[in-house]
């Protein structure tokens, strides 16, 4: 019986857990440059470092045993319109570990991580773009979850100007910021003129702040400039918290789902993208911003990360997605 049930629970572990593994990382990095802006001495940052890679190893073992055993299982996840949006997420956590090494100053950890994750994602990406060409969709499935292919080639300049020719980040740059403005009207049209999205994926909106957030990181590690551009990515990313923030009444009406994750990892980036206006700027207010997201943005994540607890003892994870 025993057997049994850990078998269903192998047959329906989600792929929709990853973002709990970006949000660890994203998590991770903001505490790095927390302990560099503010003079602490404590390992907090290392430590959330190592943690989310056990996590990251632990769920893609699990998803690994889930795809030798019930193949069929994950073929449908990769032919489902929401879910095959979640496997990029995996190149997504390698570059994000790429990331965080590189703070850490493990540069060869953070090297073969980068190594791994870029061209991982570019052939996700391309694979799923070609789903997206030649399949139909209906309109109603499209929501922010699909903008998870497009944050990862803004990601690849972050430690990649680092570790090999700039030419290459911009290359994966290009791709980002222009599928990102493409699918954002997508996304705009859908909202505006078509049926509300379900309930659980409302936190799923959220994703919209990770690619102006990104997109500045990565834009200021190529250009090292506080340039127009600059400017507008970052303050696009403000405006789009701040729109968030008018519908927390909305957010809060939400029961706990798997896609509560999706709070996490925008909010990380956009601390982290505080961090970096504040380097570039020098203006005290961003430094006080960045103090108060990263403790907001703590309490987030630790609440959910209790909630997901509580879902997983009372065998609330594991179960068929719709």
């Known amino acids: 019986m025993t057997e049994t049930h850990s078998g269903s629970k192998l047959q329906h572990f989600p792929i929709t857990l990853l973002p709990s593994v970006m949000g660890l990382i994203g998590l991770a990095i903001v505490y790095l440059k927390f302990q560099h802006l503010f003079h602490v001495d404590l390992p907090i940052g290392q430590s959330i470092l190592f943690g989310s890679t056990g996590w990251f190893a632990v769920v893609m073992m699990a998803y690994g045993a889930r795809s030798l055993r019930y193949p069929a299982e994950?073929?449908?996840?990769?032919?489902?319109?929401?879910?095959?949006?979640?496997?990029?997420?995996?190149?997504?956590?390698?570059?994000?570990?790429?990331?965080?090494?590189l703070e850490a100053g493990y540069i060869t950890i953070s090297k073969i991580c980068w190594l791994i994750g870029t061209p991982l994602h570019l052939f996700l990406l391309l694979t799923?773009?070609?789903?997206?060409?030649?399949?139909?969709?209906?309109?109603?499935?499209?929501?922010p979850a699909w903008f998870i292919p497009v944050v990862g080639p803004l990601l690849v300049p972050v430690a990649g100007v680092d570790h090999f020719h700039p030419e290459i980040s911009w290359f994966f740059f290009a791709i980002g910021i222009l599928y990102w403005v493409l699918l954002l009207a997508v996304l705009i049209n859908r909202i505006f003129f078509h049926h509300p999205m379900p309930q659980k994926l409302l936190p799923t909106l959220f994703i919209l702040v990770a690619p102006p957030a990104v997109g500045f990181i990565s834009y200021m590690k190529l250009t090292h400039t506080l340039d127009p551009a600059a400017r507008v990515l970052f303050y696009f990313g403000v405006f789009t918290v701040l729109m968030l923030l008018t519908m927390i009444t909305k957010f809060k009406e939400v029961p706990f789902f798997l896609s509560w994750w999706g709070y996490t990892f925008p909010l990380c980036a956009f601390t982290l993208s505080i961090v970096m206006m504040f380097k570039a700027s020098g203006l005290i207010i961003f430094k006080q911003a960045a103090f108060v997201m990263t403790i907001g943005t703590s309490l987030i994540i630790l609440l959910v990360l209790i909630k997901t607890l509580i879902a997983a003892s009372q065998g609330k994870v594991c179960i068929p997605e719709d």
Do not use: E, M
Not at 76 to 97: E, G, Q, V
Not at 128 to 143: E, M
């Open 128 to 143: 799923i773009l070609h789903n997206w060409f030649h399949n139909q969709y209906d309109l109603k499935t499209f929501n």
């Open 74 to 101: 994950v073929k449908k996840d990769f032919l489902h319109p929401i879910r095959i949006n979640f496997f990029p997420a995996i190149s997504i956590c390698f570059l994000l570990l790429s990331i965080g090494y």
